[in-house]
């Protein structure tokens, strides 16, 4: 199977941002030719968007909910493109989608998050589109599963696809957040730490599911360095057929983005380049005090096992383990550290305890046969 790969170019060579970076706008479904036609105005009037999005297939929970125009909606897309000279988009959910998105003429096709976890249905898709070099953004599945992200986007671009980038749309959790898709940054940063190359778009709407969470998600998103934001935007968000809470509309996209700070990767600024070296110096410093200590801590787990092992007792001790837990964290707030990261912190010491301690058991058992 190989590690995975990514054979692509780069987001620049064939998608130009109008704005500080790329700028996806438009209503979460097509509902109508002047819902369609006005929304689109509105988000070209502002020069800053790229690409125009629509859904015409919506994939829906419940039966009887909007499920989209289909093919008709496909022309009123052209008229968009026409009209305004905005790039656009919908989803495909299958070979029979894409097949009309291409006849049609839809400039970039973005694969939906209850497709990603299929795949079956990406495999589909895929073989739709060999032959063609049409851009294809591939969205997370809904479950928080890295490796089905990266496999959708392997069988995309195998297609020959080269024109690619993934769109962050939050996740489904066991546990309810105040969002309606968890972000769980991590994944994200999970996917560009393996594709440094892969251009990465985040979509707040989804992740937020109101408005008044949609900028804190955009912000964090900008701040982790995303190549772009996709926005739903309605002309009349409050009629919307679908996703309702979560579209603003043309002229609130506006005022959302004036009040985004975008910053920059780098600064050519002399001072700061030679101050931040120097702090990352401290840093380079402390991490190495950290993994001293944290080798000195493994010396004394494997003492510890031995231990237990000559007194026949157990490698979990389950009060021990919660005091430790309840003792770090307490001292982690008093040093102003989050309760939630000295958890983690501890966990994963426990884990590396009980690891080191099975294989000290394991390893003195077997010489005593
Ligand atoms: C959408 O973009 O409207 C949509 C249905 O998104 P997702 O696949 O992220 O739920
Ligand atoms: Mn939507």
Known sequence: MGDPYLDILPLHDWLAPRWKKLLIAGPCGAESPDQVIQTARGIAASGKASVFRAGVWKPRTRPGAFEGKGEEALGWLQQVKKETGLLTTVEVANAQHTELALKYGVDILWIGARTTVNPFTVQEIADALSGTDIPVLVK???????????GALERINRAGIKKLAAIHRGFSTAIPTQYRNAPLWEIPIGLKSQFPQLPVICDPSHIAGKRELLHDAAQRALDLHFDGLMIETHIHPDKALSDAQQQITPAQLEKFLDELVVREAVSDDRQFTHMLQTLREVIDEIDDDLLRALSRRMEIVEQIGEFKHEH?????????????????????????????????LCQLLHKASIRRQTEIMKGLQEKSK
Request: glycine share 4%.
């Open 140 to 150: 997370n599945p809904v479950n928080p599963d890295l490796h089905l992200w990266i």
């Open 312 to 344: 026949n007792v157990t490698i979990l001790q389950i009060d021990r383990w919660l005091e430790i837990l309840s003792t770090r964290t307490a001292t982690g707030e008093k040093l102003g550290i989050d309760k939630d990261i000295v958890a983690e």
